[in-house]
């Protein structure tokens, strides 16, 4: 798999930022501005990098949980870096 932009994880991880601990965010392309191939390959790749504290995947439909450390570090490097 290809890397997903710097901006569609800034999207993504953004979004999940503003979650409380037991709320899961639905992912849905059109609310965050992305192509649905972009969202789900951008999804794909913070899940498997253990961005998120909890996630769901159902035929091809994400949702995600709080960001995990990992996920907050992600976050600054990419706004920052």
């Given at each position: ?27 849905d ?47 600054d ?5």
């Open positions: 798999m290809l890397n997903p932009s710097k901006s569609d994880c800034i999207t993504i991880l953004s979004a999940a930022s503003q979650l409380a601990d037991d709320s899961m965010l639905p992912l392309h059109g609310h965050l501005g992305l192509s649905r191939n972009c969202m789900l390959a951008t999804a794909a790749f913070l899940v498997e990098r253990a961005c998120f504290r909890r996630y769901q995947e159902d035929d091809g439909h994400y949702a995600v949980g709080a960001l995990s450390l990992q996920g907050r570090l992600r976050l490097q990419l706004s920052n870096g």
